[in-house]
C-alpha cells in the first residue's frame, strides 16, 4: 500500500481533458513538500514530466499541468493524444519515513 | 548528452548477492545526490536507497536496510549498490536516477534500468 494514493487506471477519449489525483497527508503533501511527476512508457525508464508542483521540464507540452491544495495534488492532460497512454507517478517527500521519498503507486491512462 | 546507465544485474539465488553499477556521463557526477529506485514486475516504484552530494549522507528505505549498501566513486562518476542477503521480493528492476534540482528535488535523469532477479 502506497503512502501516495492514486487512482489504479483513468481514461479519456483523443481531445479530451483528464486528470489523475494523488492524494497524501500531512506527513508529506499536506507538510507543503512539492510533488513530482513521472510519465512511464511500457518497457521504458521512468521519465520526469512535472517537477515543483506545476513546473515542466524543458520539452514536456504544455498540455501537461500540475496543482496542488492541502494534502492532495493533480497532473492534468489535455488534448489526449494516443502517445499520452503510458503510466503515471506521483512522488514527494515524507518526513515521517526514514529515507523519505515516496511514491504513488501509479496511475495506468488509457486513451480510447 | 546526460546520461546514466546501469549494469550488474542478473539472476542470484536466495541469499546471495549481486553489486550493481551506475556509470554517469554529460554532468558534474560529484555535485548531485544520487538514488536507486526500483520496480517490481508489474508493480509501481519503490524508492531504494539515496547518497547527498557531499557522499556523506546515506540513506535506505526500510525494506533494504542493513542488507543494502549504496556507495559512489566521484573520480569514476560512478554510483554502486551492493546487495546482500536477496530476497525474492528484491525481484525488480533496478534505476539509477539523479536530483539535479537539490536534495529536495525531482528525479530528473534515469538510467535504462538493469534487472535483478532473486529466485531458485
Known amino acids: 500500500q502506497s503512502v501516495l494514493t492514486q487512482p489504479p487506471s483513468v481514461s479519456g477519449a483523443l481531445g479530451q481533458r483528464v486528470t489523475i489525483s494523488c492524494t497524501g497527508s500531512?506527513?508529506?503533501?499536506?507538510?507543503?513538500?512539492?510533488v513530482h511527476w513521472y510519465h512511464q512508457l511500457p518497457g521504458t525508464a521512468p521519465k520526469l514530466l512535472i517537477y515543483?508542483?506545476?513546473n515542466r521540464p524543458s520539452g514536456v507540452p504544455d498540455r501537461f499541468s500540475g496543482s496542488k491544495s492541502g494534502t492532495s495534488a493533480s497532473l492534468a492532460i489535455s488534448g489526449l493524444q494516443a502517445e499520452d497512454e503510458a503510466d503515471y507517478y506521483c512522488q514527494s517527500y515524507d518526513n515521517n519515513l526514514s529515507g523519505n521519498w515516496v511514491f504513488g503507486g501509479g496511475t495506468k491512462l488509457i486513451v480510447l | 548528452e546526460v546520461q546514466l546507465v546501469e549494469s550488474g544485474g542478473g539472476l542470484v539465488k536466495p541469499g546471495g548477492s549481486l553489486r550493481l553499477s551506475c556509470a554517469a556521463s554529460?554532468?558534474?557526477?560529484?555535485?548531485?545526490?544520487m538514488n536507486w529506485v526500483r520496480q517490481a514486475p508489474g508493480k509501481g516504484l519503490e524508492w531504494v536507497s539515496s547518497m547527498s552530494s557531499s557522499r556523506s549522507y546515506i540513506y535506505y528505505a526500510d525494506s533494504v536496510k542493513g542488507r543494502f549498501t549504496i556507495s559512489g566513486d566521484n573520480a569514476k562518476n560512478s554510483l554502486y549498490l551492493q546487495m546482500n542477503s536477496l530476497r525474492a521480493e528484491d525481484t525488480a528492476v533496478y534505476y539509477c536516477t539523479t536530483q539535479r534540482g537539490g536534495d529536495l528535488g525531482a528525479f530528473d535523469i534515469w538510467g535504462q534500468g538493469t534487472m535483478v532477479t532473486v529466485s531458485s
Open positions: 554529460g554532468f558534474t557526477f560529484s555535485s548531485y545526490t
Open positions: 500531512s506527513s508529506n503533501i499536506g507538510a507543503g513538500y512539492d
Open positions: 515543483g508542483d506545476s
